[in-house]
């Protein structure tokens, strides 16, 4: 388990969540919600190597690519799972990235799929043309609530996100990768306001 005590020494004015994969390879991550480049440095100054890895990325928030932000930022102190889709696209094809994700939110919309989550690009640490996106899942049950067929109405908007698909697929996109991951409590340092969102889960009696 990665260590939380560096972030409880320096008083860290950030939540981090451990999050500990359970489909594709085994990796532990820890993600930190900075507001600004400031908050990083003033991070990285009272941590220092203590709060080293393996890997850093820095990922830039994304509004206009996310679906239902909103909710999903609500969501954050219940999730117990995340959904982690990763695109690596060439840096010509991320206009066309970027409308396939505004077609599979019309998409998500039209069922009234309740799945939110938030877009990043990650601007250091990957190469460019990295894309991270994070669905907060309650339980895995949510899962089982996709659609399993999509009504008439909406089969106009499911064959333009293909055929977007498939012309990203074809032309631009180097990979996608899907991955679940299990939030860990004790690998997590989170604030107190934050843990009020299921007190049980973040700050167990025993």
Do not use: C
């Given at each position: 388990?990665a260590?939380?005590?560096?972030?409880?020494?320096?008083?860290?004015?950030v939540?981090?969540?451990?999050?500990?994969?359970?489909?594709?390879?085994?990796?532990?991550?820890?993600?930190?919600?900075?507001?600004?480049?400031?908050?990083?440095?003033?991070?990285?100054?009272?941590?220092?190597?203590?709060?080293?890895?393996?890997?850093?990325?820095?990922?830039?928030?994304?509004?206009?690519?996310s679906?239902?932000?909103d909710?999903?930022?609500?969501?954050?102190?219940?999730?117990?799972?995340?959904?982690?889709?990763?695109?690596?696209?060439?840096?010509d094809?991320?206009?066309?990235?970027?409308?396939?994700?505004?077609?599979?939110?019309?998409?998500?919309?039209?069922?009234?799929?309740?799945?939110?989550?938030l877009?990043?690009?990650?601007i250091?640490?990957?190469?460019?043309?990295?894309?991270?996106?994070?669905?907060?899942?309650?339980s895995?049950?949510?899962?089982?609530?996709?659609?399993?067929?999509t009504?008439?109405?909406?089969?106009?908007t499911?064959?333009?996100?293909?055929?977007?698909?498939?012309?990203?697929?074809?032309?631009?996109?180097?990979?996608?990768e899907h991955?679940?991951?299990?939030?860990?409590?004790r690998?997590?340092?989170?604030?107190?306001?934050?843990?009020?969102?299921?007190?049980?889960?973040?700050?167990?009696?025993?």
């Amino acid at each position: 388990m990665a260590p939380v005590r560096p972030y409880a020494d320096a008083r860290a004015a950030v939540d981090a969540l451990g999050l500990v994969s359970i489909t594709g390879a085994p990796e532990a991550w820890q993600m930190e919600s900075h507001q600004s480049f400031a908050s990083i440095e003033d991070l990285d100054k009272a941590i220092g190597s203590a709060g080293s890895s393996h890997r850093t990325l820095i990922a830039f928030y994304r509004p206009g690519w996310s679906y239902r932000a909103d909710q999903a930022i609500r969501m954050f102190p219940r999730a117990h799972y995340f959904h982690v889709t990763i695109y690596r696209v060439r840096p010509d094809a991320e206009d066309d990235l970027g409308e396939l994700v505004k077609l599979r939110r019309l998409s998500s919309d039209s069922v009234n799929l309740d799945r939110p989550d938030l877009a990043y690009q990650v601007i250091s640490g990957a190469p460019s043309g990295t894309f991270i996106f994070l669905a907060p899942l309650a339980s895995l049950k949510t899962m089982d609530e996709g659609v399993a067929q999509t009504p008439v109405y909406a089969e106009a908007t499911a064959a333009a996100r293909a055929k977007t698909a498939s012309k990203v697929s074809a032309d631009g996109e180097i990979s996608r990768e899907h991955r679940l991951f299990r939030v860990e409590p004790r690998m997590s340092y989170v604030s107190d306001d934050f843990a009020e969102g299921d007190r049980e889960f973040w700050r167990p009696k025993n």
